[in-house]
């Protein structure tokens, strides 16, 4: 069974950086896409960033220029640099990655459970 693990959440100051990974685990035969979303509280999920697998990036209008988002294949995981962080910047943080398990469907959406980031002066 495949699971996404995020890690390198916490807290952070306004203008601060923070750098979250997600991580695959498990026998993964191929990962198309992967993605970081949000959910601030009463609000709700949005895409943030995202990456194809040939390293095309698409970014959210409010994080452009500020985060990054990359993968390494040979290590099933994805990275989202996130700089000049604002408070409005702060959520749990889920990856998503679009993959195909070994052995399993050709396509699998697999979610992790989510890190948190806390940006307050």
């Known amino acids: 069974q495949v699971q996404l693990v995020e890690s390198g959440g916490g807290l952070a100051q306004p203008g601060g950086s923070l750098k979250i990974s997600c991580a695959a685990s498990?026998?993964?035969?191929?990962?198309?896409?992967m993605g970081w979303y949000r959910q601030a509280p009463g609000k709700e999920r949005e895409l943030v960033a995202g990456?194809?697998?040939?390293?095309?990036?698409n970014y959210t209008d409010s994080v452009r220029g500020r985060f990054t988002i990359s993968r390494i294949d040979t290590k099933n995981t994805s990275y989202l640099q996130m700089n000049s962080l604002k408070v409005e910047d702060s959520a749990v943080y889920h990856c998503?990655?679009?993959?195909?398990?070994?052995?399993?469907?050709?396509?699998?959406?697999?979610w992790g459970q989510g890190t948190l980031v806390s940006v307050s002066p």
């Open positions: 998503n990655a679009l993959l195909q398990p070994r052995g399993g469907p050709k396509y699998l959406s697999v």
């Open positions: 498990g026998s993964v035969s191929k990962i198309y896409a």
């Open positions: 990456i194809t697998e040939a390293g095309s990036t």
